[in-house]
T-cell receptor, first 112, second 113 residues
Framework: DQQVKQNSPSLSVQEGRISILNCDYT??????FLWYKKYPAEGPTFLIS?????DKNEDGRFTVFLNKSAKHLSLHIVPSQPGDSAVYFC???????????FGTGTRLQVFP | EAQVTQNPRYLITVTGKKLTVTCSQN?????MSWYRQDPGLGLRQIYY???????DKGDVPEGYKVSRKEKRNFPLILESPSPNQTSLYFC????????????FGPGTRLTVL
């Protein structure tokens, strides 16, 4: 049973526009959420995170929004660049445990 | 340079032939994990280790073994590989699991014939 879901396997966006990647989760005990980016032939790299006590975290072009009532988080990339083309994984962790649950990933393609 | 290394990067083997995928980190991290990535399933945790000689099962541990004799190394052992273990494997390390950023190795693509 997938506790962290990314329902869009792929997304295509024009350069300069906004990319919005979505993630839903089922366990209300998750208290920390992370986004990782993965290029082909490389391991995932950390992008941005958010604690459950916040509803927004921003880092340059990347902003993560958390809606706890809807059990939904999203990653906004503005403006999108061709170098952002990658697979994006969201992940969630349970408070005071050693578990990190990943979603299935969304492949983002930014075209000129 | 801070990094997680894995070897080999690519491996083709046959059913039943024992193999080991090595993982090493140079960041003095206590926590290390192994994941497998499969299409449509994302990254699933196989085993993790909280420190030397302390390991525990993740979500998909069947068919795998691990050991943590030194802080920097966390090998993944497949005693009798089967075709359903064909996958892309990632090792990761972090100061702690959960809210701490995990650093991933480059991946090992394993094919079991």
């Amino acid at each position: 049973d997938q506790q962290v879901k990314q329902n869009s396997p792929s997304l295509s966006v024009q350069e300069g526009r906004i990319s919005i990647l979505n993630c839903d989760y089922t366990n209300s005990m998750f208290d920390y959420f992370l986004w990782y980016k993965k290029y082909p032939a490389e391991g995932p790299t950390f992008l941005i995170s958010i604690s459950s006590i916040k509803d927004k975290n921003e880092d340059g072009r990347f902003t993560v929004f958390l809606n706890k009532s809807a059990k939904h988080l999203s990653l906004h990339i503005v403006p999108s660049q061709p170098g952002d083309s990658a697979v994006y994984f969201c992940a969630a962790s349970l408070y005071n445990t050693d578990k990190l649950i990943f979603g299935t990933g969304t492949r983002l393609q930014v075209f000129p | 340079e801070a990094q997680v290394t894995q070897n080999p990067r690519y491996l083709i083997t046959v059913t039943g032939k024992k193999l080991t995928v090595t993982c090493s980190q140079n960041m003095n991290h206590e926590y290390m994990s192994w994941y497998r990535q499969d299409p449509g399933l994302g990254l699933r945790q196989i085993y993790y280790s909280m420190n030397v000689e302390v390991t525990d099962k993740g979500d998909v541990p069947e068919g795998y073994k691990v050991s943590r004799k030194e802080k920097r190394n966390f090998p993944l052992i497949l005693e009798s590989p089967s075709p359903n273990q064909t996958s892309l494997y990632f090792c990761a390390s972090s100061l702690q699991l959960g809210s701490s950023t995990q650093y991933f190795g480059p991946g090992t693509r394993l094919t079991v014939l």
